[in-house]
């Protein structure tokens, strides 16, 4: 057991990742915040080497890692992922940068409780590379979205979104670099929003 209770009225949460981990710091910092109304709990990785698992740790977050290759279904790796989270007694799970998609019952269990930020307005550009979807379709903005996760990829409710201009010159790095700076502001003001009854899973 590795439970954290820093304040029982404030929302646990969990965030997933695969990489860098730059949403999850921004949400971990956010939460640093006295008012703030969740706290992070944990972070879970299925890559062993994510970077963000050390930012996690460096800053008192409890960590687990496991890589979905040791599991036989996905339907194994998840349920793994579903013990780890209520081992930690989570209310709400933040997906960022996790690059894994659920089974139909795991994603159902944490549907109305499980959130994801992805690099464009959705519904425009789901799935990858989003940022070269734009400048290839030719948008004069981009942005992101933070949204309720179903079991169809990069579906669902959205809660929030952030626009940014795509401007002339504007490369996928460029854009993602604009784009980020967003993300960064719109994950912790999302989950706040939720953590606070304001946004509901409809
Ligand atoms: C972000 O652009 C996020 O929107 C997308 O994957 C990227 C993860 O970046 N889902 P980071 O790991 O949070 O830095």
Known sequence: M???RIDPGKKRVAILISG???NMQALIQAAKAAGYPAEIVGVFSNKLDAPGLDYARANGVPTAARSHKHFASREDFDAWIDAVLEDWQVDYVCLAGFMRIFSNGFARKWSGRMLNIHPSLLPLHKGLKPQ??????GDAESG??????IPD???GPTILQARVPILPGDDADSLAARILVQEHRAYPQALAMVARGEAVFP
């Open 20 to 22: 860098r981990g730059s």
């Open 153 to 155: 990829l990069d579906d």
């Open 144 to 149: 992101c979205t933070v949204h309720w996760v």
């Open 2 to 4: 590795n439970l954290r």
């Open 132 to 137: 070269q979807q734009a400048l290839d379709a």
